[in-house]
């Protein structure tokens, strides 16, 4: 009777286990902090593991009849074995959560099945929009923006993927893929002194993770990329998901020479407050000041986030232009880099390698 019991004592401590990894799973799966929850993951599946090693190893000696006992003692070794095996199959596992993430979460909807399958067939390709400087409406840059060539829906925007890729946790293997590839096209590129940068947006997963300046570090060193020609975008509201870990993980690509961008700045209540704080190169002035621009107050607000980045030190890049009277008005307020429909839309990277080669200036500002 010795292995029923052991038998038993191991689908008990393995059921239990498997219970306690679903309901991880799930609460991870809504509150997306897959990095801040790796340990307690860890520990849970090696629980689960030792279970099923304890199950297995008692099911090993099913034939020793009732004399089992001193077999059992004999065979303790065995058991150790059996445990230590599965738990090892288990740190296995975990390191591979991108590609058994799906196990985690309440249900794989199709919507998740078809990107996991888009990123691993090759789907997802990247468009370049440029950045001009006001001032000689030459281009400096390219921002790097991911779609995903549905084979069913077309051309799908970030906004219709990119919020399932950070609930799920694809978003990790996603966003290597991007930096890689926005690495690798701004090599080929010429234009301005250094050559023109690309820049890249980070999410707030992404920012918890650890791996993400090794990441860096090895796109630049594949591609040969200099780390000044790369920037990394990352919003006010992916800092604030990133519990705290933003800031240290910001400095430490500066570090190695990458610039990084605050988006979307005005926007958040604590902006001006973080800034002062924050290891940033340049501020990204909203897209809604600009279309707000001609309203009474607004270039006030506009000049003054322009001048306090001037005071700071800081580059500055206002998005979604779209008339010459922005352009000018930006222009004349002392802002460095516009980016917007004025002045192309999203490209192919063939198609900003050619726009640099050409080195003609796009609209140039007129002067008064």
Not at 17 to 26: E, H, K, S, Y
Not at 81 to 91: D, I, Y
Not at 325 to 335: D, I, S, V, W
Request: contains cysteine.
């Amino acid at each position: 009777m010795l292995w029923q019991i052991d038998a038993i004592v191991g689908l008990v401590i393995a059921g239990s286990a498997l219970t306690i990894v679903f309901l991880v799973g799930r609460t991870l799966a809504r509150t997306r902090r897959f990095g801040a929850n790796k340990l307690a993951l860890a520990t849970v599946l090696i629980l689960f593991a030792v279970g099923i090693g304890h199950l297995a190893s008692s099911v090993a000696l099913l034939g020793a009849g009732p004399d089992s006992i001193a077999l059992r003692a004999n065979a303790s070794p065995i058991v150790f074995g059996f445990n230590v095996v599965t738990a090892f199959a288990a740190v296995g596992l975990l390191a591979m959560r991108d590609q058994f993430g799906m196990l985690l979460s309440v249900s794989v909807t199709p919507a998740e099945l078809e990107l996991r399958r888009a990123i691993q067939n090759g789907e997802l390709l990247l468009e370049y929009q440029p950045h001009i400087a006001l001032k000689t409406g030459r281009v400096e840059g390219f921002e790097a923006l991911v779609r995903w060539h549905h084979p069913k829906r077309g051309l799908l925007p970030p906004a219709d993927f990119i919020p399932l890729a950070e609930r799920t946790g694809l978003i990790h293997g996603l966003g290597r893929f991007v930096l890689r590839e926005a690495c690798a096209a701004a090599v080929g590129w010429e234009g301005g002194a250094s050559g023109a940068f690309v820049a890249v947006n980070l999410s707030a997963p992404e920012l918890s993770d650890g791996s993400l300046v090794s990441s860096v570090g090895e796109a630049l060193a594949a591609t040969g990329l200099p780390p000044d020609r790369l920037v990394l975008e990352v919003t006010e509201s992916r800092i604030v998901e990133s519990d705290g870990a933003a800031p240290a993980v910001l400095a430490e690509l500066r570090s190695i020479g990458v610039r990084v961008a605050l988006d979307d700045f005005g926007t958040g209540y604590s902006a001006l407050a973080m800034l002062g704080a924050l290891p940033v190169d340049v501020i990204k002035i909203a897209r809604p000041f600009v279309l707000d621009l001609e309203r009474p107050g607004t270039e006030a607000v506009v000049g003054s986030l322009i001048e306090l980045a001037g005071k700071l030190k800081l580059g500055t890049v206002v998005e979604g232009i779209e008339t010459r009277a922005q352009a000018e008005t930006l222009e004349r307020l002392g802002c460095e880099l516009g980016q917007g429909y004025l002045f192309g839309r999203p490209m192919s990277a063939e198609a900003a390698a050619a726009l640099l080669g050409a080195g003609a200036p796009l609209l140039p500002v007129v002067r008064r």
